[in-house]
């Protein structure tokens, strides 16, 4: 499951948001108070699935009034309140104490979030509404997150000068065009100019051969400081 916290002098921004998002805060001591904004890569449920009970939060657990800024790709605000009424219909139907200020980006736009620069770009995963990737640019720091994504040399290009590349590597031995395996990304990690790549969405086989795997592997609560 999908979601990544950042928190930069710039702001505190979620990066995806799948359904474990609120055990994995809570496991590590987070308050979901901080988040200022959720930034969704593509709307299945492993990446966007945790909304709901983000909402429930922050009615119940860490009461919340200011407005929650959810960007995503065309249809995002469909998509969220669509599941949110398929799982808490009650509450769905009631005014929520804080806005949800949706916003919706294509592939090549920019958005700025605060003091953030959020450049999105295509990912070869679904295509309709479009998969993202994203080029996040605070005041001294640079990441790039593939999001579920097939191979795409514009990674090399995206990955230069970055602190930290989040590459999503979901198989070894099986090779889909909508998904990364681990050799390849293995054959072209020094063409990378990342200070520091890191695998994510984690497949079995991939963590079935941790030992075969050189390269750094995400796992729940990993912090990393740029």
Same mark, same amino acid.
């Given at each position: ?26 496991? @590590?001591? !987070?308050?979901?108070?901080? &988040? $200022? =904004?959720?930034?969704?890569? /593509? ?6 699935? +945790? ?59 920019? @958005?700025? !979030?605060?003091?953030?620069? &959020? $450049? =999105?770009?295509?990912?070869? /995963? ?6 993202? +990737? ?93």
């Amino acid at each position: 499951m999908a979601a990544y916290l950042i928190e930069s002098p710039e702001g505190s921004l979620l990066l995806d948001c799948g359904p474990t998002i609120l055990a994995s805060l809570n496991r @590590h001591g !987070l308050s979901a108070e901080q &988040i $200022d =904004a959720v930034l969704l890569s /593509h709307l299945h449920g492993d990446h966007f699935g +945790g909304l709901p009970f983000l909402f429930l939060h922050y009615l119940y657990i860490e009461p919340r009034v200011r407005p929650l800024k959810i960007i995503g790709p065309p249809g995002v605000e469909g998509r969220v309140q669509l599941l949110f009424r398929a799982m808490y219909a009650d509450t769905a139907a009631e005014q929520l104490p804080f806005a949800l200020e949706f916003a919706e980006v294509q592939p090549r736009e920019t @958005h700025r !979030l605060g003091g953030m620069r &959020i $450049d =999105a770009f295509g990912a070869v /995963h679904q295509k309709q509404p479009p998969s993202l +990737g994203f080029e996040i640019k605070g005041g001294d720091w640079k990441i790039v997150y593939t999001g579920d994504s097939g191979w795409m040399e514009e990674f090399v290009e995206r990955t230069q000068n970055a602190d930290l590349f989040l590459c999503e590597c979901s198989f070894f031995d099986t090779r889909y065009e909508t998904h990364l395996d681990y050799p390849r990304i293995a054959e072209n990690a020094g063409r990378f100019r990342a200070k520091r790549l890191v695998l994510t969405h984690l497949g079995r086989e991939i963590l079935a051969r941790r030992e075969e795997v050189a390269l750094e592997m995400s796992h729940d609560g990993l912090v990393i400081k740029l």
